[in-house]
């Protein structure tokens, strides 16, 4: 876990996804690491600023295997109960003195000694204060610290939050919503599943209702989650926000739909059950997710996996439907891709847009006169939403319909708890169709 860790701290701040490979460990040595792993990249700019306290020189310069065991330390001392300080302190230093340079572990016992005794008691929900951060579950105070003064620094440090993204967030968003946003970030998400069209019961104890209707918590065994997905074309994992998209459209009939960014699936399998006279056609330029397409519709009597090459060249003006769930900042989803919100700046914002803008442009060549595009998001960012909608309507003349926006937030429990999403319908063009 480490290892992973010191990984992502070479790239700061473009952290990539990864997968801890913890095969090697029991279930319970595997969830700690899990954990902290979370934990970690979540929370490194709290955890950053609390570390920097017991330095001399700046976090950033440290060696990144420096920086690697006081984050992950920290993590331990601050964010978690369960592993008494001596013993975070003690695997600290030991790993400090096996794996960096000769005298990292006396760095490494002075920081997270400094921080240990700024780590003080648990509290209720959160206020604002500068005096404390704020946990999944609660709060916890500080001594002997203080968060920065200016209120937007406040809350960067608090919920681990790049001051260049929160501001930018707090110039199109209400601080009630922000707020909300970033409070739904520090939350490990829960699994939901997408059950509007669920033909037969999951078992018994496995789920329980989540407050958006069609929709429940997984709470069964971890390792019959797989199995039950794999086995049923009925239930999916989804997050509501995300089903609103497809559900927003359902009154329209189309008979030809492809899928253009179809990534695992998840809207495909939607689409086909939303719309179950129309064919549809489905497609990852991603060689992996393509891959995962090809295996997961094999067979499907009306799902067909195309490469992008055929569709082209096959499906020139014969779509009713497209849907494009584009790559996008994933700044909707922060709480599941925690990675998302160090790289979410302004020139990466730009870059996507122009590729959302190229994907739109190949969508259009595949309309029928009369065919629309279903355009989404899990970013809660205007330039890759309303501002691309806007574009496509100027563009190419398409109406602007369905749109809707949706901002994570959570009401404390799983079941209160949704990501942010963005959709619209675009089409038919002025002139055409209604």
């Avoid at 620094?153 to 110039?171: E, I, Y």
């Avoid at 699994?191 to 104890?205: D, F, K, V, Y």
């Avoid at 086995?231 to 497809?246: M, N």
């Avoid at 949706?406 to 079941?415: H, I, K």
Wanted: proline residues 6%; hydrophobic residues 40%; aromatic residues 4%.
């Amino acid at each position: 876990m480490l290892d992973a860790i010191c990984a992502q701290a070479e790239r700061y701040p473009a952290f990539e996804p990864i997968e801890l490979d913890t095969k090697a460990l029991d279930d319970r040595d595997a969830a700690l690491a899990h954990a902290l792993y979370d934990a970690s990249i979540r929370r490194w700019l709290t955890l950053e600023f609390l570390v920097q306290q017991g330095l001399k020189r700046p976090f950033s310069e440290l060696e990144p295997a420096l920086r690697a065991v006081l984050i992950v330390g920290a993590a331990q001392l601050v964010l978690m109960d369960r592993i008494p300080a001596h013993a975070a302190l003690n695997e600290a230093v030991e790993w400090a003195k096996r794996r960096i340079r000769p005298g990292a572990a006396g760095i490494v016992n002075a920081v997270l000694r400094r921080v240990a005794d700024s780590a003080g008691q648990r509290m209720g929900p959160w206020d604002g204060s500068r005096e404390s951060i704020p946990l999944p579950d609660g709060s916890r105070r500080l001594k002997y610290v203080s968060l920065p003064e200016h209120p937007a620094g406040t809350l960067s440090v608090a919920a681990s939050m790049p001051r260049r993204l929160l501001d930018r967030l707090l110039d199109q968003h209400t601080e009630e919503e922000v707020r909300a946003l970033c409070a739904q970030t520090l939350t490990n998400p829960p699994t939901i599943l997408n059950i509007t069209h669920a033909q037969e019961p999951i078992p018994s104890g496995w789920t329980k209702p989540h407050e958006r209707d069609g929709h429940a918590l997984w709470i069964g065994p971890r390792d019959e989650l797989a199995p039950l997905l794999a086995s049923r074309g009925d239930v999916w994992a989804q997050d509501p926000s995300s089903s609103e998209a497809v559900e927003s459209i359902r009154n329209l009939k189309p008979t030809r739909i492809i899928d253009l960014c179809a990534g695992q699936g998840t809207k495909t399998r939607q689409l086909a059950q939303v719309f179950p006279e129309a064919t549809i056609i489905a497609t990852d330029v991603d060689t992996d997710r393509y891959r995962t397409l090809s295996k997961v519709f094999e067979g499907h009597e009306r799902v067909r996996v195309r490469s992008m090459a055929e569709i082209k060249q096959a499906e020139r003006g014969r779509a009713d439907l497209v849907l494009l769930d584009v790559p996008c900042s994933n700044t909707g989803v922060m709480g599941r891709r925690v990675e998302a919100r160090y790289r979410a700046d302004a020139a990466a914002i730009g870059r996507l847009s122009r590729i959302q803008r190229e994907i739109i442009e190949q969508a259009v060549d595949l309309l029928t006169p009369d065919g629309v595009i279903l355009y989404a998001t899990c970013s809660v960012d205007r330039e890759e939403n309303h501002e691309q909608a806007k574009w496509a309507s100027e563009r190419f003349g398409l109406l602007v319909g369905c749109e809707r926006a949706t901002l994570p937030r959570t009401g404390g429990t799983p079941e209160s708890t949704v990501d942010g999403s963005y959709s619209v319908l675009l089409g038919p063009r002025r002139g055409r169709g209604g």
